[in-house]
């Protein structure tokens, strides 16, 4: 039993984030990336909300790995390794790990996470769960440093769950897929958790929980903007919003500015206006059918190799190999 963590997150991670958040702040429609709710407090806030009534998609998600984990561990091979992008808790991916352990496969897991409280945290549970268990943890954003992860040459798969995987944009998630092909060896896989298009007031009920976590959660990220690069937001001048965009098939959260106000970032030397009732975008969640995911995959040069849904199809887990 190993624990081993890298940290990546140094002076580009600050330089980066300044980046964004110019160019976010000076588009239009204003923008913050969505990887910036990310902080200690903001990790937590989204750990409550997978637990909230309204969110399904985890609890849809969590009923899969339950009941179909022994049969995607043997579409894939009996991987041995196990690389979670996002990892957070762990705590569905411990459906896997267990059946995993229970094939005699289980060697290496490799949580991929921007918080590094969280991912020390998981690693000294997860070595105390499973006996034997190796952890290579890596904390950094993993749309920037996806090709830090290690190859080793165990057979492995990949996990990208939770639908995180709908929060980029088209062209950038062509991309990203395209790279965690490229990451794939002949017998390694991919497995993709993606939210699947259903009634629209579901959809929306789950970004606009009635307890008000997912505003809070949506807040956050001013408040990490206030934090890291001296703005002055006033948070609570900004009102929750979710939506479902039809004809782009994605879920939308946006912070709506309750009155005319004037934000400066100290850190950038930037001022910024916002008109009463303007709009900042915080998030995007696309949704999907079978189709389209097989198509998404087909481009990036991959193929399902499993699918696998909840009782009600409003969530399904893929299986994917490179072609």
């Known amino acids: 039993m190993t624990i081993a963590i890298d940290v990546h997150l140094d002076a580009d991670a600050a330089a980066t984030m300044a980046r964004d958040v110019r160019a976010g702040l000076c588009d239009y429609p204003k923008e913050l990336a ?3 709710f990310y902080d200690d407090r903001g990790s937590r806030l989204f750990e409550q909300i997978t637990e909230l009534p309204e969110y399904y998609p985890t609890r ?6 339950q009941r179909r984990s022994r049969e995607i561990l043997d579409a894939a091979g009996c991987p041995s390794t196990l690389t979670e992008l996002g990892s957070g808790s762990a705590a569905k991916t411990r ?7 229970d094939r005699n496969s289980l060697h290496t ?7 590094e409280e969280i991912t020390h945290r998981t690693a000294a549970e997860l070595v105390g769960e499973y006996p034997g268990l190796n952890v290579h943890g890596l904390v950094c954003d993993f749309e920037q440093h996806l090709e830090r992860i290690p190859h080793g040459t165990d057979r492995r798969m990949i996990a990208f769950l939770g639908g995180t995987v709908g929060n980029l944009y088209p062209r950038p998630r062509q991309d990203f ?3 965690i092909a490229a990451l794939l060896g002949p017998s390694d896989h991919l497995l993709l958790g993606t939210d699947l298009i259903k ?10 929980d009635s307890a008000g976590v997912t505003a809070e959660f949506n807040r956050n990220v001013l408040r990490v903007i206030n934090r890291e690069l001296d703005a002055d937001f006033d948070i609570e001048a900004f009102e929750h919003v979710a939506f479902f965009d039809r004809e782009r098939e994605w879920i939308e959260m946006r912070l709506r500015a309750e009155r005319r106000m004037d934000v400066h970032v100290g850190r950038l030397g930037l001022d910024v206006a916002f008109a009463p009732r303007e709009e900042l975008r915080t998030e995007i969640s696309a949704k999907f059918t079978r189709p389209r995911l097989e198509a998404d995959l087909a481009a990036a040069g991959m193929e399902l190799a499993g699918w696998y849904t909840d009782d009600r199809e409003w969530f399904a887990t893929a299986l994917a190999r490179p072609v």
Do not use: F, G, Q
């Open 34 to 36: 969505p990887k910036y």
């Open 199 to 208: 009634d629209r007031r579901r959809l929306e009920a789950a970004y606009d």
């Open 177 to 179: 897929l395209e790279r």
């Open 60 to 65: 849809a998600e969590r009923e899969i790995l």
């Open 95 to 101: 459906h896997l790990l267990s059946a995993m352990r």
């Open 109 to 115: 897991y490799v949580p991929v996470d921007i918080s």
